[in-house]
Every structure is written in C-alpha cells, then in structure tokens.
C-alpha cells in the first residue's frame, strides 16, 4: 500500500463506487469550499497497481484566527472493517495533515450506527457498530458524543431514509400511510401540479424559503448557495421543484366537473319524479347536491387566491440533489396560508417516483433530530416522513483525529481563555 496526492477525477472515480459515499464528500461540493478562500485536498491509498484503496477529500477551515483545521464532510471513504488499511491510512494522513498546517481532522461518517425500528427505537439484539467506533477510538479518533438535536457546528446524526431496490413504483405509494395516501390523492385532484424551476428563475422558491425561515426561525443558505451547488452538480442532478395551482386550469376543472354532476343530477331527478320515495335515489341527490356545493366553494376560493396571488399560485418547494444512486432531500419550504392544498406531499411523493425510476437505491429525506416522541421539536416533519414510507437512521457521528499535538494544544488554550472572557 501507498499514500499519495489524488487529482479530483481519480478521488470522483473512487468515491462514487464507495461504501459511505454522500453528496456532501463528491469533489464537487468539496471544491465549492474554494469560495470560502479554504483550500481543498484529495489524498488516498493505492495498492501496487495504483488501484485506489482509500480515499479523503477535504477542506482547509480556519480556526481561532491563527489556526486551521481539515475538515472531511460526512467523512473519509475508508472499509473501517479494514483495521490494516484503516491504520495505514489514518498514520499517512495524520502526518500529511501535519504537514499542511492542519491541527486535527474533523469526520463524521456517512456509516449507521446501530439498528433502529420503524419508530426510531433500538432494536433489541439488532447489530451495531460499536466495535467500529471502539476501533477508530484506539487509532486516535475522537468521538463527539452520541448527541441529539441540530448543533450548530455538527451534521445530523440521525435521518429518514427510504431503501428503494426491492420496491416497485406500486410498493412505494402502497407503503404510504393511508390518510397520507388520501392527502395526495386529493391535492392532486384539487389541481395541485408541480414543476421544476431553473437556475435563472429560483425568486419563487427563495420567496418561499425567507418566509418559511422566518416562521420557523431557521437560517437559509440563501439564494447564492442554491445557484453554486446547482451549477456545480448540474441541473440533472441538483434540482428545485415546487408545486402549485395553476388557477386557468382550475377553473377549466371544476366547470367540467360541475357541468358532470349537473348532468348526473338530471338523471336521478328524472327517475325521483317517477319514484319520490326512493331510498337510493334520495340519497343519490343529497351527494350530488353535496358535491355541487363543494366545487363552488372550491370555485370561490380558487377566484380568491387569484384576486391575492395571480394566475399561478405557488404553494411548497423544495431543493433535492441526487448523487450516485441516492436522491437527497435538503430543504423545503411552504406557505401556512395554503397549507389546505398539501403541497409539500404531492412534491415528495413526485420525488420518491423520480428515485424509483432513475433506478436510485435511495431515496434521503435527511436530517431529523433523533427525539422520535411529542417532545421532539421535530416529532411532526418526523412523522411526515415516516407517513411516505422513511425509516429512521443512526450515523456513527463526529470525530476529531488531532494530527498536530502542539497547534492543537494552542487552539485548546485560546478557546478557554475566549471562554473566559465571554463570562
């Protein structure tokens, strides 16, 4: 085995053929680090036919003002089954790092923990990698902990993840749960539609994502981010889509539908006159009656929202990537005004079948707080996630690899004394 320096294309070759692969370690998000002014570095491990065995991207990231750190986002693409090449590779890098005025590594593996139930409960007698997480310990890698929540610092350890290989596009929606089921079913027939939008005219969606943010007093990546990783993954593999009303067809809808019923009406009239008395008849006339009324208040309200909000009424969006055989979801947001319309399932359940048919593995609705009860502040997305068909996941988390004792030892001194001060 030998360490050496990769260029990006042979780190890409690897890592989209490699176990713990995620968006988030391709070169492609790596190099968007260089608008940060952060350097980027591709190392691995070769056997003796070059044939890559190992392999690390990662960011140069400035700390307390002096220092640096490298940070390898969702993790090294190392067989941590392998202790000899695990080994091999942590020494080689800890002097490289060294070497390049890094004081430690940051990772936290795109790799499971331990096996968790359909409600997010370890499963008794379920495997778990605690031996794995042991190992890296005894070769210098710090754990953060087994936290919960969303560090401001730290990736999610927990996500919702739908495993797509042994499910046919009738398996997925059959796994739905039923009132989700009945929810899609009726937006789509309220004329809910959906549509993606392209780099050059994302004002809708980020309309949408600085009044979601607001409500939900979160912070965005803004309008810039969404464009640079759209450019830097390409539109077949970074996509906005939003759903919405389009009120011309709308309206074309419910007066089919209403001149339908009307014409349904005539009939079970007719035969009422003849038998007043019928049960079935009587009972006939009620829903058409009932039906009548729904689809003028559908009419009235759809006249409504197009006096306040134009022809085409946006209801949700959300920004999903896909990258080598997994579609992530990364962020959404919806307005609370037309949330009758439920936008947000009609998009995902449009993403889910676009997984499915690209011939994706998985389908990632990402991070969730790990807290899987009503105390969690996340319990509700949870659950809507778990209602399409997600089963909840536990990534081994954070660990540091200090690579230069001394430098380390100097950041650790400047954060107690900061920490002082700040009292």
């Not at 969702?74 to 002097?95: M, V």
């Not at 005539?266 to 049960?279: D, F, G, W």
């Not at 009324?293 to 309200?301: C, D, G, K, L, S």
Request: glycine share 6%; aromatic share 12%; hydrophobic share 35%.
């Amino acid at each position: 085995m030998k360490f050496k320096e990769l260029t990006i294309q042979e780190y890409e070759d690897f890592a989209t053929h490699c176990a713990g692969r995620f968006y988030l370690n391709s070169s492609k998000m790596i190099e968007l680090k260089k608008q940060n002014g952060w350097e980027t570095y591709y190392v691995g491990v070769v056997d003796d036919a070059n044939q890559v065995l190992a392999a690390a991207g990662f960011s140069k990231v400035p700390v307390m003002r002096f220092y640096h750190y490298a940070y390898a986002q969702r993790g090294i693409l190392c067989d941590f089954h392998d202790p000899e090449l695990t080994t091999f590779f942590t020494e080689a890098l800890k002097k490289y790092i060294a070497d390049h005025g890094m004081a430690y590594l940051r990772m936290d593996p795109y790799v499971e923990y331990q096996q968790l139930d359909d409600d997010g409960q370890v499963v008794e007698n379920g495997w778990n990698h605690q031996a794995m997480t042991d190992f890296l310990a005894s070769l210098g890698y710090a754990h953060q902990g087994f936290f919960k929540g969303w560090p401001e610092d730290r990736q999610v350890r927990y996500m919702v993840v739908m495993d797509l290989d042994d499910l046919s596009e009738d398996d997925i929606v059959a796994n739905y749960e039923p009132n989700t089921r009945r929810t899609i079913a009726r937006a789509k027939k309220m004329g809910v539609k959906t549509k993606e939008l392209d780099l050059d005219h994302l004002d809708p969606f980020m309309e949408l994502m600085d009044y979601t943010a607001k409500k939900r007093h979160f912070t965005d990546m803004g309008l810039a981010a969404y464009q640079n990783q759209i450019r830097a993954l390409g539109s077949d593999h970074a996509k906005v889509i939003v759903s919405y009303l389009d009120t011309v067809e709308v309206h074309e809808k419910n007066a089919k539908d209403l001149a339908d019923i009307q014409k349904e009406q005539e009939k079970t009239n007719a035969i009422l006159v003849k038998n007043p008395n019928s049960k079935k008849m009587n009972r006939r006339q009620k829903e058409e009656l009932e039906r009548i009324a729904q689809i003028e208040r559908w009419e009235q309200t759809t006249k409504e929202l197009e006096a306040k909000y134009g022809k085409e009424i946006i209801l949700s969006g959300a920004y999903f990537v896909i990258y080598d055989g997994e579609m992530d979801y990364i962020s959404s947001g919806s307005y609370d005004e037309l949330r009758k319309y439920s936008g947000p399932y009609v998009i995902q359940d449009q993403a889910i079948r676009t997984a499915k048919r690209l011939g994706l593995h998985r389908y990632n609705f990402t991070g969730t707080s790990g807290i899987f009860n009503e105390e969690g502040p996340d319990y509700g997305v949870f659950l809507f996630k778990k209602h399409l068909g997600g089963r909840p996941i536990e990534l081994l988390g954070d660990f540091d690899l200090v690579c230069d004792p001394k430098m380390m030892k100097n950041i650790n001194r400047m954060q107690n004394l900061k920490h002082v001060f700040k009292k």
